[in-house]
């Protein structure tokens, strides 16, 4: 069945540091990819989204690329920030013969950032 | 517009009770889909519901069910249950189903003793 592998945690970076959160699937169609977010006491918010190979999505200063040949969507950061302390969860909406759209999340990745 | 609202927000419960929880999704949604989220790990798919009609069910047992009411709002309704359930479970709403975009409320916590 389709699955979400990502890195492991936690991530612990100061203020204006690069971030990288490994992401890698495996699924037998051609699933969307999608970064949610969830801060501390809610639920999930959309962080960025791609639907088909060598889209990039971005919002945030977030982005992150789908590669089909190395089955990744890794979210990347240039710059970040206190507020963007949070797990964050990359999941796919599958492809296969149901076609229904549920999604499949990894464990998630705490990240903490320090001023 | 208002996003996913679910009911309650918190819940404690004893073993072998039941509880049924509430979920009204983004207007003009017509999905609805339940996950269940265990504390320190992703969300697992329980249910999603298209137009009234169950469309996917997740590795859960009989003791979960979930309807749809015409106004695309939904319930899911845990009987007999267990310390185990004991979760953060999330309602998730979009247009349609297949890879539509969810979009998820803010959760209701179940706390069984």
């Known amino acids: 069945g389709d699955s979400v592998t990502q890195m492991e945690g936690p991530v612990t970076l100061s203020e204006e540091a690069f971030l990288t959160i490994n992401c890698t699937y495996t699924a037998t169609g051609y699933p969307s990819l999608f970064w949610y977010v969830q801060y501390p006491g809610e639920g999930l918010q959309l962080l960025l989204k791609a639907t088909k190979a060598d889209d990039k999505g971005s919002n945030k200063g977030f982005e992150a690329t789908y590669r089909k040949e190395t089955t990744s969507f890794h979210l990347e950061k240039g710059s970040v920030q206190v507020s963007d302390s949070a797990v964050y969860f990359c999941?796919?909406?599958?492809?296969?013969?149901?076609?229904?759209?549920?999604?499949?999340f990894g464990q998630g990745t705490i990240l903490t950032v320090h001023p | 517009d208002a996003g996913v609202t679910q009911s309650p927000t918190h819940l404690i419960k004893t073993r072998g009770q039941q509880v049924t929880l509430r979920c009204s999704p983004i207007s003009g949604h017509k999905s609805v889909s339940w996950y269940q989220q265990v504390l320190g790990q992703g969300p697992q798919f329980i249910f999603q519901?298209?137009?009234?009609?169950?469309?996917g069910r997740g590795n859960f047992p009989d003791r979960f069910s979930a309807r749809q009411f015409p106004n695309y709002s939904s319930e899911l309704n845990v009987n007999a249950l267990l310390l185990g359930d004991s979760a953060l479970y999330l309602c998730?709403?979009?247009?349609?189903?297949?890879?539509?975009?969810?979009?998820f409320g803010p959760g209701t916590r179940l706390l069984v003793l």
């Open positions: 998730a709403s979009s247009l349609v189903q297949g890879k539509e975009t969810q979009y």
């Open positions: 519901y298209y137009e009234k009609e169950e469309r």
């Open positions: 999941a796919l909406s599958d492809a296969g013969g149901t076609s229904y759209g549920k999604l499949t």
